[in-house]
């Protein structure tokens, strides 16, 4: 009531200036009126204003299905150097409200109003009828500060006072510099709206950026279409809000408690229960509009399934700690049988230029379309990087560097874990509205020799390969890959990624099976709205990966990183079959996933220590044989993985999900070693999370 009563009295307050005040100043003027009597100009102005608005106002599709019938009262202002600012928008739907800025963001530059022959701003009310009608307007000066009286000076500090107030948390994060926390199961709700035919995105260097996706997926209409209407501040928090979100001119930030609180049963094991208890917290922001900030803290403890147990274990580095858990880090033990592993995450973006993204951060990357990628995945712990993003004309171009570890006891010095690194280039091209084609190269080092962090490999445009042979064929390992995506029409996608690490064809045409011939393939499709059903997503994709790609000679130089590949968490000597539904409704949300493979492990049994190609940490010399070399070769294993994930996002702006899940895994080896054993796991689990990242338990 008080805003109203505040807001009438500063429409009506000049209605008494006398017309020799009103000669003594001069309006804004647009170009067509400046050969207008100068009584009139303010006549011109309006309608101009008015036309501007008529002709480029987009009432919103929800207030034309609502059959809203009403006004947007605008307040705004035209500065000293003619530009149009808004001050104050009211309306009852924040799409008007927005759609309003929009338009007066497009005015032209005028020439700003005249006082006594010096340049002035005005402030205006203006009101919009909606729906929009061509009609005759009039808008209200609200005055400048050296007319006004002291009681309209203090009505208008009173008026700007209440509208502070008033004012609510614009998020800002959905046109910032800020990543897209990567899970499959949250991407797939943009993923056909980034693939529609004709689109200019890139969608396989992941995570996204909100101002990427942005362009092709409106955040803020979805987040409206899940918000739970509530008054009291804990159902705000509870549903719909950042726990804190503040903001100013030139800042913004939130921060959110981090939870995932799971218990289940694993029919494999015999301890009664399995449970994950991780706490933490969430902090994000932006400085001015080119400058975006991201951390988060995580103290975690757990007990999973038996298999991803003795998987952890299997991983363990060097000294007293007992296991790495499996894409998070390396854990402690905790209690008896549980594993205590606390993780930190975060990142700096700024982008000095329209065309370009610089981060540096601890974290995580992936490239590529599918469920895997064959190039660089998120199965492995967070580690340091640093990334450019670059993007111009149909071209997206990522340069990323990586600081790895390797933790085995054989390469440490001075029990510190030996430090190697990585240099990716990953160009992107939409050769047509339909076809991206991309290309990898990636090469890794190590710090031999006090070579340390190579700055032959910082050159973000230079080839690898002949940086690896200008500093010797042993100081690297380089691959190369390609990838390429189709779109078939606006629902039906094709994908594919093909990677290098070495190759003879002198073998291939002697038909051999050369140990040499290092690479492998990624073939996928993706069905969006599938049969008709809005938000069906359905997937499949089939790798395979040749035995000793990835491995090297040196063998610090594996494709690694804590004892976990960097690109598919099988390593090589593989082929892999996926199938995947996602669906989504509202804030439901149902995953479901089948994979089954081929895999060949060693024997590692004291009378067969040879490398078979699956364990990407061996030395490749240690083969027994040079050709012959065939995918499942050494101990035969039938893997099948099936998951069922059903939940409900309780707080969209966190990302806070309640979920039930049930995994099954049969892992059938032809041959069995004390490592290496049948098992047939059935796993059970509900829980509530803040979903922030991807678990990989199909290994």
Not at 243 to 269: E, H, N, R, S
Not at 506 to 525: C, H
């Amino acid at each position: 009531m008080k805003r109203t009563i505040v807001l009438l009295l500063l429409l009506v307050q000049y209605h008494s200036y006398s017309q020799d005040t009103f000669l003594a100043e001069k309006p804004p003027v647009f170009p067509n009126c400046n050969a207008i009597a100068i009584d009139s100009l303010q006549k011109c102005f309006d309608k101009h204003v008015f036309e501007h608005i008529y002709n480029n106002f987009k009432v919103p599709q929800k207030v034309y299905d609502e059959k809203y019938k009403g006004e947007v009262v605008v307040l705004f202002e035209v500065d000293t150097i003619g530009q149009f600012r808004i001050i104050y928008v009211d309306a009852i739907y924040n799409e008007l409200k927005e759609e309003t800025k929009r338009v007066f963001s497009t005015m032209p530059k005028i020439e700003p109003a005249t006082y006594s022959g010096r340049k002035t701003y005005k402030q205006y009310s203006l009101p919009i009828k909606i729906p929009l009608v061509n009609q005759a307007v009039q808008t209200q000066d609200l005055a400048k500060d050296n007319e006004i009286s002291k009681q309209e000076k203090q009505l208008k500090t009173e008026f700007d006072n209440v509208n502070a107030n008033l004012k609510t948390f614009e998020d800002k994060a959905y046109n910032s510099q800020l990543n897209i926390q990567f899970t499959h199961s949250d991407y797939s709700r943009f993923d056909r709206s980034m693939n529609l035919v004709g689109t200019n995105s890139h969608t396989a260097s992941k995570p996204f950026m909100y101002d990427e996706v942005s362009k092709y997926y409106d955040f803020k209409a979805e987040k409206e279409k899940l918000k739970k209407e509530t008054d009291t501040w804990v159902g705000k928090k509870l549903w719909n809000e950042h726990l804190v979100q503040l903001q100013g001119d030139d800042y913004w930030f939130t921060v959110d408690p981090i939870f995932d609180l799971q218990i289940g049963k694993d029919t494999d094991a015999s301890f009664n229960t399995t449970y994950n208890n991780t706490r933490g917290l969430l902090v994000q922001g932006g400085l001015g509009k080119k400058f975006n900030f991201y951390t988060t803290v995580f103290e975690s403890q757990g007990r999973f399934a038996q298999y991803v147990n003795e998987y952890a274990e299997s991983l363990k580095a060097f000294g007293p700690d007992p296991a790495i858990i499996p894409g998070r880090g390396i854990a402690k033990r905790f209690k008896t049988d549980s594993y205590d592993y606390p993780v930190a995450e975060a990142y700096l973006s700024y982008s000095p230029a329209k065309f370009i993204n610089v981060q540096f951060g601890h974290g995580k990357n992936f490239i590529g379309d599918g469920y895997r990628s064959l190039f660089i995945s998120d199965v492995a712990s967070p580690h340091p990087f640093l990334k450019l993003n670059t993007k111009f004309w149909k071209i997206k171009y990522t340069n990323t560097w990586m600081w790895l570890k390797d933790v085995r006891p054989e390469v440490e010095v001075d029990k510190a874990f030996l430090t190697k690194y990585i240099a990716n280039h990953y160009l992107s091209w939409n050769v047509s509205k339909r076809l991206n084609i991309g290309l990898f190269e990636s090469v890794l080092w190590t710090n031999s020799n006090d070579r340390g962090f190579d700055i032959n490999y910082l050159n973000p445009i230079i080839f690898f390969r002949a940086i690896e042979f200008e500093t010797g064929q042993g100081a690297g390992n380089a691959l190369l890959g390609a990838s390429a995506k189709y779109k078939w029409n606006d629902n039906i996608n094709a994908y594919g990624q093909f990677i290098l690490d070495e190759f003879s064809l002198s073998d291939v045409k002697g038909g051999e099976k050369s140990w040499k011939n290092k690479f492998g393939f990624q073939l996928g499709l993706k069905y969006f709205n599938a049969f008709k059903v809005d938000n069906l997503l359905l997937q499949f994709e089939y790798n395979r990966v040749r035995p000793y790609t990835y491995s090297h000679n040196t063998i610090v130089l594996n494709y690694a990183h804590n004892n976990q590949p960097m690109a598919h968490l099988w390593g090589a000597n593989f082929s892999e079959a996926i199938l995947i539904g996602r669906y989504h409704y509202k804030r439901w949300f149902a995953d479901a996933k089948l994979i089954y493979g081929i895999r060949g492990l060693d024997f590692n049994d004291g009378t067969d220590n040879f490398s078979y190609g699956g364990d990407i940490y061996r030395d490749y010399n240690d083969r027994p044989f040079d050709t012959g070399v065939e995918v499942g070769q050494g101990i035969k294993t039938k893997t099948f993985n099936g998951n069922l994930q059903a939940g409900y996002v309780i707080n969209p702006a966190s990302n806070l999900k309640v979920f039930a899940d049930i995994s099954f895994r049969d892992f059938d080896p032809e041959a069995e070693t004390a490592t290496t054993f049948k098992s047939n796991t059935v796993w059970f689990n509900f829980g509530v999370r803040t979903d922030l990242f991807n678990w990989y338990f199909d290994f």
